[in-house]
């Protein structure tokens, strides 16, 4: 038995004992927000979920040490992100609906947070894509790219339900496909593996965790962030050499400015064009802007953004 398969079957002894203890913190906070949004795929038979994303789960114990207890300590989104993450999946149980994350349910690596996350998976019907905080050891510590995640990808895989580079999932004749997006870029497998999908003939709906580019998007957030970059997957470099690039940081200290992370290459660019003209795309789910956002994708597909777990707020999607 692994560790995901032992936790699973004491998920509901454990969510028992937790959620009397969550109830009374419910008192002063706000009830979990949800946008509602209905997406036209052609389901065999209609259907709901809910989507959530950037959790940000925040626990530690005696198995981590002090440098992840002090990290811990100075992060904000304890402890609201699992307190609306309990509400949502009591949301979804009451609606008979399906959840969906769509990355950064935990805030970075130790073996609290994936305890607490197979906990919470184990008490839904979940499909979800990972989030680049997932495989995130102290954040921000070091340059985030392939080397980094495998340091941490067999720990995180072990406790979460579903494939996290691609996975994909039929539900009511719509086929949900995830995608790992985390680090700004898509590859030519995972390019390859969704054409697969695309043979089977189902409307498909996409889960990753960064937003492709959208030029609304783009120009929103880049107010937001007073133009610093827009954390989106794809944005042409026509938008990325405006970017600040990491020029305040001393050479091979570059990566420590997020510009520098989200220049578009080409398998990335090559997807992005190919996903446009695929007319059995019927809607992007992602998150990580901690914001609710929506613009058209593609003819066929428009891109909807989640707002953040622990700010209370998500998604209650329709799917017609």
């Given amino acids: 038995m692994n560790r995901r398969e032992f936790l699973t079957l004491g998920a509901g002894a454990v969510l028992a004992a937790e959620l009397p203890v969550l109830a009374a913190k419910r008192a002063p906070l706000l009830p979990l927000r949800l946008e509602t949004i209905e997406i036209p795929v052609g389901a065999s038979k209609p259907f709901g979920a809910i989507q959530v994303s950037d959790t940000h789960i925040v626990r530690v114990d005696n198995r981590d040490d002090e440098r992840k207890m002090k990290l811990a300590a100075g992060r904000r989104f304890a402890p609201w992100g699992e307190h609306y993450l309990d509400e949502a999946i009591h949301a979804a149980k009451e609606r008979g609906d ?58 995180v895989q072990d406790a979460y339900p579903n494939d996290l580079t691609f996975s994909s999932r039929v539900v009511n004749g719509v086929n949900f496909v995830a995608i790992d997006d985390v680090y700004y870029n898509v590859t030519e497998a995972q390019h390859a593996l969704f054409a697969k999908e695309i043979e089977k003939g189902l409307p498909i709906v996409l889960l990753c965790h960064v937003p492709f580019y959208g ?106």
């Fill in 98 to 155: 399906l959840l969906l994350h769509t990355g950064d349910l935990i805030d970075f690596v130790s073996a609290a947070n994936l305890d607490c996350a197979a906990v919470h998976f184990a008490a839904g019907d979940w499909f979800v894509s990972s989030g680049n905080h997932e495989f995130s050891r102290y954040v921000g510590e070091a340059k985030e790219d392939d080397a980094y995640k495998r340091g941490t990808y067999a720990r």
């Fill in 215 to 320: 030029p609304k998007l783009y120009e929103y957030v880049m107010r937001e962030t007073n133009n610093k970059c827009a954390y989106v997957t794809g944005a042409p470099l026509s938008c990325t050499s405006t970017y600040e690039a990491g020029k305040k940081y001393p050479a091979g200290q570059e990566w420590r400015h997020r510009s520098v992370q989200q220049k578009t290459d080409k398998p990335t660019a090559d997807f992005i064009a190919w996903l446009k003209e695929q007319k059995l795309l019927k809607a992007i789910l992602c998150g990580h802007l901690h914001r609710f956002f929506k613009e058209r994708f593609s003819p066929t597909a428009m891109q909807y953004v989640c707002s953040a777990t622990f700010k209370g707020e998500a998604t209650a999607i329709r799917f017609a």
